[in-house]
């Protein structure tokens, strides 16, 4: 079927809009929460928060799955198929939300025999817990209605909600949140914006599609058979996912304590506010691919998966350009002088996303393919190294270890690997992404290098919020402006020929 254009660029343009904002709040809200509980408390929050990620593992990969047979079946006209699937994958998670909350609830009653909490009220503590737990269960059952929207590719919708969950988020925390019982107060926070988000995910869904219809009579066990074919690499594609996400922060608070946290953390946030809006270009391109692969013509296919790692590749390079020489200058401003030594682990952190994030690319093009028994392996080995390397590393360098340990497993598997395999499946020669993909950028990059190398050395790029945004705009601009010219002189030529 043909791929709409327009509704790709809406959906990425409203997925950039929403998480400018979610980086607006961000900055406002973390050096705010910090203040109000403390580096200790805002530590432990980190860590207890992280070891919640793990309970996303009881997704069993249906996240995927949904948004792939919704897309696949809604697009060949097959309702009926559509509210098997999405009725499947609804009583799956209400099970286990279920084991989510049982699990939470188990460890809130046998807290008093661990000693990591030590410096929190038990009580807090324990209700914490629970809270998350609840949310987890929350999450996973109103998912469904996203993974809806995802398959439709309504991201624009799906990107809205959470545009407006931040605005309300910001309030929550400058009304409620106090010193005493603080991480019970954000842990509350946290559920009643979940439970908004997933509600007007659940209206968003049915009126985008009137017919869809959940019920235990949809539920088979061949339909159960299909889904699991996908989601059983999808789900050890999540167990790497989850251990990436979250290992950096539970081995620091497990290695050096909680308060150790907060400075790699600062670092580790100012990553993901880059990389998240860049991560939504590959959200975007798996049901878009999937629908490319019903044309007879691979040229389409070869020419979008082109313009996005060629997009990525530019900007995840530019933010780590930009992230060498002024990002010491943004860690000062938001957070404070004592945290500018966070740097060097951000630039660490950039140069692991400026190889994960095309690659990534080519993942969710092979996911949007079918193709995802390799790619689930190679990256829960990646995961799985990471995890040795960043203690090994860790117990050497300290937190700078940590971050090498994400860098590295990246570099080795991601590109020696995964790329390869990728390129045989899509028929698409090593040539060929150099010309149409890497080389039209690297003008760009080189000329932001120089500008940046410039600017950072006068006086006045040292003054203040002012100063940097004008610089960030100046840097865009050329950034910009070079990426056009070298589109125009070599980008257009290979793209008609790839």
């Known amino acids: 079927m043909p791929v709409e254009t327009a509704s790709v660029r809406r959906n990425v343009f409203v997925s950039w809009v929403a998480h400018a904002v979610t980086i607006v709040v961000g900055f406002f809200l973390m050096p705010y929460i910090v203040q109000v509980l403390g580096e200790h408390s805002y530590g432990m929050w980190v860590f207890v928060n992280s070891l919640a990620s793990y309970a996303g593992l009881l997704y069993f990969g249906f996240g995927d799955t949904i948004s792939r047979y919704v897309a696949r079946y809604h697009a060949a006209g097959d309702q009926e198929r559509v509210n098997r699937v999405v009725s499947l994958v609804t009583a799956v998670y209400v099970v286990m939300g279920c084991v989510a909350l049982t699990i939470a609830l188990a460890l809130a009653a046998t807290l008093p025999w661990y000693s990591g909490w030590r410096g929190q009220p038990l009580h807090e503590m324990q209700a914490t817990i629970i809270v998350l737990g609840l949310n987890v269960a929350v999450s996973m059952v109103g998912s469904v209605f996203g993974g809806v929207l995802m398959g439709l590719r ?4 799906e990107r809205s909600v959470g545009f407006a969950s931040d605005g309300l988020r910001v309030a929550l925390v ?3 949140l106090q010193r005493e019982w603080g991480l019970l107060t954000i842990a509350l926070i946290y559920l009643g914006i979940s439970v908004f988000e997933n509600l007007c995910c659940l209206v968003l869904a049915y009126r985008q599609m009137p017919d869809l219809r959940i019920g235990w009579s949809y539920v088979s066990r061949d339909m ?3 889904c699991t074919s996908f989601s059983a690499m999808a789900f050890l594609n999540a167990i790497a996912y989850q251990l990436m996400a979250a290992a950096d922060t539970v081995v620091i608070g497990f290695m050096f304590g909680a308060e150790a946290i907060v400075p790699y953390y600062i670092a580790l946030r100012l ?8 991560e939504k270009i ?3 391109c798996m049901p878009t691919a999937g629908a490319l692969s019903a044309d007879t013509e691979p040229r389409r296919l070869h020419q979008f998966l082109a313009q996005a790692v060629g997009v990525v590749f530019l900007l995840s390079a530019g933010m780590f350009v930009g992230g060498c020489f002024f990002g010491g200058e943004v860690i000062r401003l938001w957070m404070g002088e004592r945290y500018v030594s966070s740097q060097h682990l951000l630039v660490i952190l950039l140069a692991a996303q400026m ?15 079918g193709a ?3 790619p689930a392996l190679l990256y829960l080995a990646e995961a799985v190294l990471k995890v040795v390397l960043s203690v090994a590393l860790g117990s050497v360098w300290g937190l700078a270890g940590v971050a090498w340990g994400g860098l590295i497993p990246v570099a080795l598997i991601e590109l020696a690997c995964l790329v390869p395999y990728a390129l045989r499946q899509l028929h698409w020669p090593v040539r060929r992404l150099w010309i149409a993909a890497i080389a039209p950028q690297l003008l760009p990059v080189a000329a932001l290098a120089a500008y940046s190398a410039v600017v950072s050395g006068q006086a006045w790029s040292h ?4 100063a940097l945004i004008s610089i960030t705009l100046g840097g865009a601009a050329v950034l910009g402006a070079m990426w056009l010219v070298s589109h125009r002189v070599v980008g257009s030529r290979v793209l008609g020929t790839t």
């Open 154 to 157: 309504r991201f624009d919708l």
């Open 174 to 176: 400058f009304v409620f």
């Open 224 to 226: 159960l058979r299909e």
């Open 271 to 278: 990553s993901q506010f880059i990389r998240q809006p860049i």
């Open 282 to 284: 590959a959200v975007i």
């Open 355 to 369: 190889v994960a994030l095309p690659c990534g690319i080519f993942r969710a093009f092979l996911m949007g393919l």
């Open 372 to 374: 995802v028994r390799i």
């Open 463 to 466: 003054a203040g919020w002012p």
